[in-house]
């Protein structure tokens, strides 16, 4: 008894000196691994940043020894979700802007002011949001109290919706406007020949022309202020669809220097000389900035009836929206970027915005494969033009459908209203969709992104039954759209977008089981850990 005792101790010692060291040991969860089977499994080991093993509890136990056993109790863990197209960076900008939505009085706007300097100090204060028509007395405000409370520190803020603004003294002294400065079209408002600060439509312009450009240390204050928000909602990588070279650099920096963690798939704007840049120096690609890809614009939103419609709007007589540039333009810019190795990034809403950027990649890829030129939006679609999608890949941003399913059949009728939000003809085209929200226009949780999918509901369960329920995408589909196929967009689903061997260690534990909640509880999912590279960052 006595030997079998000590031979069973000294097999133990020998085992345990034989398993392998490593840095994370994750146990007892319910993995959605999101490989090709969509294998579930319990446990996986982290090392050096990337998963080296992935099983049950029990034979990742006998593998390996950490000083970090993460035992989740059954929680849900998924690859870390990619948003595949936002505006990282715009959203950081906008923290930096008094939030003054759902403001009850002009004396609240005040009040938010106030609080919101003595947070940041800023040099010139901006913000948006507020609306008179919520307020008891609802008529435009004048800037006195502003000027008495910040008789030094410009201030502008714009109305919700963006054609009026109250800029105080301090501003417009600063933009040198007085009663005797000429504009035309839009108002400058005066009482008892002073300026009230009030300005509507474009000698808004006026104003905001002298609006400090952000500073370097609140260019870095963005980006880790949209770096917290992101990786609260669980997102690893982020698609910011629109960057400079100036803060594509920035964010290099700040990887560099260990300050950023996110990872950033940077589309370059469309502008000449950041364009001439990238495409002549080629991919760039660290471990956590994937520079490869130009973001075009076709058209505008459907909301202000800028998206450019084949047949005239149904609201709007005789009106189509617009095309941004010419389609020698278009051809000209596609053919730079084919010649390249970099991928090109159209937003198209409109039908026939959609119909001239997939001719135009037709075009000029012709037997080129494999080159992923992805369309943003693909909101609207001709019938006709859904083929064109069989090699080239939508990004979409399901929220949009949740946003604009109240008033988008007023804009385009009945009719068209087929081919619009139509995810799932466009999954069934490509095999493939990459999701996305367009943050900050959209809100960031990738939970209302998963909902919308799915659901095709607001949150007030509106409507009851789903909208256009024949293209919801399920919640596979939708898990793989926020990972695997979005990691394929950015082409990157060899490094991360699923819990596999050799990939990334980014991933999420969440509190409920996203595949098996109930579906109206999906947008309350919490985010309870995110890791990247290997690194807990929540
Ligand atoms: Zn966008």
Not at 153 to 161: A, F, K
Not at 321 to 334: D, F, H, K, R
């Amino acid at each position: 008894m006595k030997k079998l005792t000590l031979l069973l101790l000294i097999t133990m010692t020998i085992s345990c000196s034989k398993k392998e060291k490593v840095d994370i040991i994750i146990i007892n969860a319910t993995i959605y691994t999101v490989n090709d089977n969509f294998d579930k499994a319990e446990a996986f080991a982290v090392k050096d940043g990337k998963i080296i093993d992935v099983g049950t509890t029990s034979i990742i136990q006998s593998k390996y020894a950490s000083t970090f056993i993460n035992d989740v109790q059954g929680k849900t863990v998924v690859p870390g979700l990619i948003d595949a197209h936002c505006h990282f960076y715009g959203l950081g900008l906008q923290q930096q802007k008094v939030d003054l939505t759902g403001t009850k009085s002009f004396d609240e706007v005040i009040q938010k002011i106030v609080d919101f300097q003595k947070e940041k100090n800023v040099s010139y204060i901006t913000g948006r949001g507020w609306d008179q028509n919520d307020w008891k007395i609802k008529e435009f405000p004048s800037n006195e109290k502003l000027n008495k409370l910040f008789p030094n520190t410009p201030i502008s803020i714009r109305r919700i919706d963006g054609h009026a603004l109250l800029a105080n003294q301090a501003a417009i002294d600063l933009a040198g406007v007085t009663i005797n400065t000429p504009f035309s079209g839009g108002e400058i408002h005066q009482k008892n020949g002073k300026l009230t600060g009030l300005f509507i439509d474009n000698p808004m312009e006026l104003i905001e022309s002298e609006i400090p450009k952000p500073s370097k240390s609140e260019q870095i204050q963005a980006l880790k202020d949209a770096e917290k928000i992101s990786i609260s909602h669980g997102l690893t990588t982020v698609d910011d669809a629109g960057l400079s070279r100036e803060i594509i650099e920035l964010i290099d920096s700040l990887h560099l220097a260990g300050d950023l963690k996110i990872r950033i798939y940077a589309m370059v704007s469309n502008t000449p000389k950041d364009v001439d840049y990238y495409l002549s120096k080629g991919i760039v690609k660290t471990n956590r900035l994937n520079v490869r890809s130009i973001k075009v614009y076709g058209d505008g939103a459907l909301g202000s009836r800028g998206a450019a419609m084949k047949e005239p709007y149904s609201d709007k007589h005789n009106h189509y929206g617009a095309i941004l540039s010419t389609p020698e333009e278009y051809m000209n810019i596609a053919k730079q970027i084919a010649a390249s190795d970099y991928q090109m990034n159209s937003h198209a809403i409109g039908d026939s915005a959609n119909y001239l950027m997939l001719k135009t990649y037709k075009d000029v890829l012709k037997e080129k494969k494999d080159r992923r030129w992805r369309i943003e939006h693909a909101q609207i679609l001709d019938p006709e033009d859904f083929k064109y999608f069989d090699n080239i890949l939508p990004s979409i941003q399901p929220t949009h459908a949740t946003s604009d399913m109240y008033w988008a059949k007023d804009r385009i009728g009945v009719e068209r209203m087929k081919g619009a939000y139509a995810y799932k003809d466009l999954l069934n085209n490509y095999g493939k969709v990459a999701l996305g929200t367009d943050f900050p226009i959209e809100r960031v949780s990738p939970f209302l992104t998963f909902y919308a999918a799915v659901a095709r509901k607001d949150l007030n369960n509106y409507p009851e039954n789903g909208f256009q329920m024949e293209n919801a995408l399920t919640r596979e589909e939708t898990l793989k759209g926020m990972t695997i196929w979005a990691a394929y967009s950015n082409f990157e689903e060899n490094e991360k977008g699923s819990i596999e061997v050799g990939k990334l260690a980014d991933f999420i534990i969440l509190d409920k089981n996203i595949m098996k909640i109930k579906v109206e509880k999906i947008p309350y999912i919490k985010v309870k850990e995110v890791y990247i590279n290997g690194e807990r960052v929540k």
